[in-house]
């Protein structure tokens, strides 16, 4: 298949380089190489999809609120914070070292996430 | 649909002035309007319906003012293209009202994503209302982005730290109070130590016999922490509250009515003008109900408070906007 192809020639770093745009096409690529992991978070009825995300070192992560309601992404730990992100707006994070991320929604704190760089 | 119950409810179990189901009953009527006046120590309810054959001074207090809430300035999906509409319409709604309220109280998220075009909006369509005096405290949509700043800059002259205050009118102490700041991952709303000392002192010298009305955004009490409609440390803050003999708290946030008795304190959540939301549980997440549209204003709603001096009587009356 021809998406197998470009799966083969994209290296971490590209995957950085695309950012956003292209995040659809990241998941895709993700399933079908398992390397780099689903690198996109949904927003969906108040609570983050997946839950847990597991990325290798470097991976650039974009959550994308599809509630009519209006979220954050807040680090429990302070490493990253969006800003309030309306219906359909995006926030990109590049994880570039190993740990646990905890985050969560500042406006409606029980929704919670993490993200697991390895 | 009528209910077939009896209007009035005088049962006292438990001896302790509070009629388990008179609050089934209020809460069964909720959205539909009713009237609950604690009377004596005993909460007696009526339907909307009898209120004509009632008194003046049965139905309406010495004290009166109006609750609005989570009027969601700038939201513009379908639960509600029109906001500034049914803002619009509370208003009108509020100047129909046989006893001319002396104040509003705004519950918070005044707007939805803090723009000050939003609360320019909300101040311009408030102004048309009778009453001239309106007291905010802020919701979690009001506070995005500055950790409030620009709330207190428009709506917290003479309060303290992020917006909390209290004020005397006619005997009876109001207190409000700011529960949308700080949260915490995993937590519901949040009081925090400093505003709670302030509480204390707040109340400290105040005669037992006072009639105390707090208001907040988030409902002070557990109505279904899931979703987080609760407050961590407002269990703290009602231990303060405690001496008096009766305690109103009015919130928003969750955008239906609700009511709840527990010993001196009753409980009541206002609905939004802007959009409603479902029933604890009953849907996937908190978010905005699609109604249809002809439905909406039956869902929207403000309410009505009177309070009786000397018959230690708050009257809550929910009317919708329909």
Known sequence: ??????????????????????????????????????TEVKIDNFSFGPETLTI???????????DDIPHTVVSTDGVFKSKVLDTDEKFSFTFSKAGTF????????????????Q | ???????????????????????????????????????????????????????????????????ISDSHMGFNKPANPDVAGTLK???????????APEFMLHTGDISHLSKPEEFDTV?????????????YVPGEHDVLNDDGKQFLERYGKGSKGAGWHSFDKKGAHFI???????????????????????LEDDVKHLKHSTPIVVFAHIPLWSVYPEWGWGTEDSAQALGYLKKFSSVT????????????????????????????????????????MKVPAEQLKSVLGITDVNYVQGQQALAVVDSTLA
């Open chain 1, 102 to 117: 905890p985050y969560f929604c500042s406006i409606h704190p029980k929704m919670t996430g993490k993200v697991v760089v």
């Open chain 2, 1 to 67: 649909m009528k209910s077939k119950v009896k209007d009035e409810i005088l049962y006292d179990h438990n001896h302790d002035g509070i009629d388990r189901r008179g609050f089934l009953k209020c809460m069964a009527w909720a959205g539909t309007g009713a009237l609950c006046v604690m009377s004596g120590g005993v909460l007696k309810s009526y339907s909307l319906s009898r209120l004509p054959e009632m008194s003046a001074k049965e139905a309406l207090g010495e004290l009166s003012f109006v609750q």
């Open chain 2, 89 to 99: 319409a509370a208003v009108e709604k509020i100047n129909a009202l046989a006893a």
């Open chain 2, 249 to 288: 708290v009015l919130n928003g946030h969750i955008h239906q009515t609700l009511q709840k008795v527990e010993g001196n304190v009753t409980f009541h959540t206002a609905a939004s003008t802007a959009f409603p939301q479902p029933e604890p549980g009953k849907a996937p997440s908190p978010g905005p």
């Open chain 2, 176 to 198: 409000g109070l700011v529960n949308v700041m700080n949260l915490k991952a995993g937590g519901l709303g949040t009081l925090g130590h400093e505003q709670l000392e302030w």
């Open chain 1, 1 to 38: 298949m021809r998406r197998s192809v470009s799966i083969a020639v994209l290296t971490v770093t590209l995957v950085i380089g695309i950012g956003t745009i292209t995040i659809g096409q990241n998941s895709l690529l993700a399933s079908a190489q398992q390397k780099p992991e689903t």
């Open chain 1, 56 to 66: 290798p070192v470097g991976t650039t992560v974009t959550w994308t609120n599809r």
């Open chain 2, 123 to 135: 101040d311009q369509i408030l102004k048309s209302a009778k009453p001239k005096d309106v007291f």
